[in-house]
Each structure stands twice: as C-alpha cells, then as structure tokens.
C-alpha cells in the first residue's frame, strides 16, 4: 500500500519543483499526472515550461477529469505519480458541470488510489484560502470545493508539506 504525499502552497511557491524533487528520489519510473487543459497561449507557455523542468524520460499522461483512473491504471508500471494539480481538477469539474457531492467523491477515488498504489504518489494542489473572499457566486464556490479537496487529501496523507517561497514547511509525516 502506498503512502499519499500532499503537496500545497501558493502560486509559484515551488510546489511543482519540490514535487519533481520528491518523485526523483524514488530513482524509478515516473508518471506525470497534468490535469491542466490549457486554453490559451499563456497557459500553454506555463505547461510548456513544466513540461521542461521534469526529466524527458519521464512519461505524461494529461488527464483532467478521470485522476484516480490514471493512478490505478499506473500500478507495477511505476515508482511514483504526480498529480499536478487538484485545483485545476476541480474547477474542470466545476466547469463540467459537477456537482459539489460528485467532485467530493472524485476526490475521495483520487485519494484510495493514491492508497491503494504501490507507487510514490505526490498530489499537488493551490492552497485557496489564505486570501479574499471572491466576489463572485462561482469564485467562492470554487474557493469552498478546492478548499474541502485540499483537507481530504490532507488527511489521507501519509506525509504532507506547505511551500512558501521555495521553501517546504512539513505539516504532516516525514520531517
């Protein structure tokens, strides 16, 4: 059974790099998970330059919507499994039309895979609520699922780390 890494932080507080750095440590094949679906030439640019900072050995699977069917679908093919990220999941969810109670049972599929995997999985994810409340109905639901995806795999986490200017603060296993 695997032990779950949760990985949360900011905008370019380094969590995607401190994820990389996690996987390499397993010295095995890795499985990228992108859940972005990229909609414009800015967004391409930010996948582009992710796609540049992992090894090119590496293989990529972008999978927006079925997560946790990629991490079981992974199992004896790989050492470790990034999911980059679960905030880009869930508001492809939301703008699937998704209701709250199904993104919350995605998300607690994502986290028994991640689980059930023999593989190192690292699950990353924005932290939403430090800052305003949005303005808008939609904003603050975002902000509420996003919030409540972040607990639940925070708590089926063996390990969890908070990155704030590059640096991890670990919350929860290893030190």
Not at 49 to 65: G, S
Not at 85 to 109: H, N, P, Q, R, Y
Request: with cysteine; aromatic share 4%.
């Amino acid at each position: 059974m695997g032990n779950p890494v949760f990985v949360t932080g900011g905008v370019r507080s380094g969590k995607s790099r401190f994820a990389v750095e996690l996987a390499k440590k397993t010295g095995g094949r890795v499985l990228f998970v992108a859940t972005c679906v990229p909609g414009d030439d800015e967004m391409r640019a930010r996948v582009a330059a992710h796609r540049k900072a992992r090894p090119a050995e590496w293989t990529t699977v972008e999978e927006p919507l079925d997560v946790a069917g990629a991490i079981a679908g992974a199992a004896g093919r790989f050492d470790a499994v990034i999911v980059d990220c679960m905030t880009l999941f869930v508001s492809g969810l939301l703008a699937a039309g998704e209701s709250d109670d199904a993104i919350a049972g995605k998300v607690d599929g994502i986290a028994a895979a991640a689980a059930a995997s023999p593989a190192r999985v690292v699950v990353v994810s924005n932290e939403v609520g430090s800052g305003v409340v949005p303005v808008s109905e939609l904003g603050r639901r975002f902000r509420d699922v996003a919030g409540a995806a972040n607990q639940a795999m925070a708590r089926a986490a063996g390990e969890a780390y908070l990155m704030v200017s590059g640096l991890s603060v670990p919350l929860k296993g290893r030190t």
